[in-house]
Every structure is written in structure tokens, then in C-alpha cells.
């Protein structure tokens, strides 16, 4: 019965050095983390990358500032090239031509979306941009168009808007 006993105060020896070694490597790793500036996880997902020879696939605040700052660099110049495209169009202006006495101006290019203001028959619009997708609407195929009219913008049937 002694023998049991010293066996069993062996075994229990050797498990208690785990748990402050456990502790230690966590509390190691997030201090590691901190001083990286990355969550313990992304760490980890670094060494992994480290240990295939990868690049990080997880870059610190810094590095995701410098990309945020970039993208939107991006973001203004494109903004900007489309608005010079825009005022480049041919056709700057264009007049109303239906046989109703007004027409619709939508919030969507879509006739289910809601009517924003009715423009009175050959009226002046300023032509945005034609949509790209050519659609049957009323057995006639055409596209939708962006205008301004009235300082609102919205989307008419561009089959209704004669280009000068």
C-alpha cells in the first residue's frame, strides 16, 4: 500500500511544473504580441508564415495605417478622374423629348424605384453618364441615363432625352 502511495506522489510531482509553464509561455507570447503590436493570434499566424517561408499575412497598426492612408489616396484620384470624365462627356446637355408632358426622374435606375421630381416636356437636362447595360423597356431596347435637372440627380430612360 506504501508503494502506491510514493507512485502516485511521483506522477503528481511531474505535473506541476505544466501549469507555471503554460502560464509563463502565454503570458511570454502576449507581452511578444504586444511589443509586435499584433494580437497574440495574429502572432501566431506569423510564426506559422515564418515556419513555411511565407510572407505575414498579418500586418501590425502601422502597416495597416500606411495601407488605409494608400487605399484612400487611391480612392480621391479615382473620384477625381471621374469627375473629370464626367464634365469631358460629349454630351453636356440634352432635351426632354416624350409624348407624356413630363418625365419621371428615379432615385434607381429601375421603374419600381421612387420618382424624385417630374421634369416638364423639352426641358434642359445635364447628361452624367449612360448606364452600360442595354435593357427592352416597353419593346424599345435602350439604356438608363443619370441627369441632373433642378439641382437633383436621378435616372431616366435615356430614349426620352435628345443630345444637342
Do not use: H
Amino acid at each position: 500500500m506504501g508503494y502506491k502511495n510514493k507512485k502516485r506522489r511521483k506522477e503528481s510531482s511531474n505535473g506541476k511544473y505544466i501549469l507555471p509553464l503554460l502560464f509563463f509561455v502565454v503570458t511570454a507570447w502576449s507581452i511578444l504580441a504586444s511589443f509586435k503590436d499584433k494580437s497574440p493570434t495574429a502572432l501566431t499566424g506569423d510564426l506559422y508564415a515564418w515556419i513555411l517561408g511565407k510572407e505575414s499575412p498579418n500586418p501590425n497598426k502601422a502597416e495597416l495605417k500606411s495601407i488605409i492612408e494608400n487605399k484612400s489616396l487611391l480612392i480621391d484620384s479615382l473620384a477625381n478622374k471621374i469627375e473629370e470624365l464626367q464634365n469631358k462627356s460629349p454630351y453636356r446637355t440634352a432635351i426632354v423629348n416624350t409624348t407624356a408632358n413630363e418625365l419621371n426622374l428615379r432615385s434607381q435606375p429601375n421603374l419600381s424605384s421612387e420618382v424624385v421630381i417630374k421634369i416638364p416636356d423639352s426641358s434642359a437636362v445635364k447628361i452624367l453618364y449612360f448606364d452600360e447595360e442595354v435593357l427592352v423597356l416597353d419593346g424599345e431596347t435602350g439604356k438608363w441615363c443619370k441627369i441632373r435637372y433642378a439641382d437633383k440627380e436621378g435616372w431616366v430612360w435615356g430614349n426620352y432625352l435628345l443630345l444637342e
